[in-house]
């Protein structure tokens, strides 16, 4: 790939720093264009954030519904991933249900992962969406495949 700065390769919004290179570089990502920060990937807690601009709003001006299932997906599998890669696994999202409940317009949107199960072939997450005031503006189920890494 030409024009892109080296460390650009290895900017990773909060993630783990798993690879030398990443085909896409975490600000062109999904995650990295809609502003998306991992702020804290615990054993079993991880919370991540984006602040509420119109670039994740839709035409009304309240936060768009993709841009929760996204902020949930990503938060739960780096989660997931930040504790199965050191032992050889992968892991990528199964599934993911989300429900909006709460409009949000402004401030930032707060993403607070719970792993429910971590099996050795799946780990399920709830995950809450909140904003400023701690208000439930959605609620998301998210399922991850753990498998071993192919070579
Ligand atoms: C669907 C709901 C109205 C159902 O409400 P209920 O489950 O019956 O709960 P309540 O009646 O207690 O309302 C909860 C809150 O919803 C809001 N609400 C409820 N009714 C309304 C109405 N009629 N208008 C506006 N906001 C409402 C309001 O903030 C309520 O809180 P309070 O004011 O404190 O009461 C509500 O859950 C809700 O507003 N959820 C969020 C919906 C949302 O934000 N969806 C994602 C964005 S839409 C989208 O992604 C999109 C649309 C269009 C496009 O072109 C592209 C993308």
């Known amino acids: 790939m030409t024009g892109i700065a080296p460390d650009e390769?290895?900017?990773?919004?909060?993630?783990?720093?798993?690879?030398?290179?990443?085909?896409?570089?975490?600000?062109?990502?999904l995650?990295?264009?809609l502003g998306f920060r991992l702020?804290?990937?615990?054993?079993?807690?991880?919370?991540?954030?984006?602040?509420?601009?119109?670039?994740?709003?839709?035409?009304?001006?309240v936060v768009h519904g993709g841009?929760?299932?996204?902020?949930?997906?990503?938060?739960?599998?780096?989660?997931?991933?930040?504790?199965?890669w050191p032992r050889g696994d992968g892991a990528m999202g199964?599934?993911?249900?989300?429900?909006?409940?709460?409009?949000?317009?402004?401030g930032t949107l707060h993403a607070h992962a719970r792993a429910r199960h971590r099996g050795r072939t799946t780990w399920v997450w709830d995950v809450d969406l909140l904003d400023d005031d701690g208000r439930l503006c959605a609620s998301s189920r998210v399922t991850m495949a753990v498998r071993p890494r192919p070579d």
């Not at 993630?15 to 030398?20: F, P, S, T, Y």
């Not at 601009?53 to 001006?61: H, K, S, W």
């Not at 841009?67 to 199965?84: D, F, K, Q, R």
Request: aromatic share 6%; net charge negative; with cysteine.
């Open 94 to 106: 199964q599934s993911n249900n989300t429900s909006f409940l709460r409009p949000c317009r402004s």
């Open 39 to 61: 702020t804290e990937i615990g054993e079993d807690e991880a919370r991540g954030e984006v602040e509420v601009t119109d670039r994740v709003c839709q035409r009304f001006g």
């Open 67 to 84: 841009v929760y299932a996204a902020l949930a997906e990503v938060t739960a599998s780096e989660a997931t991933l930040a504790h199965v």
């Open 31 to 33: 995650d990295g264009v």
């Open 9 to 29: 390769h290895r900017e990773t919004l909060g993630m783990a720093d798993v690879l030398e290179r990443y085909p896409v570089p975490g600000p062109r990502s």
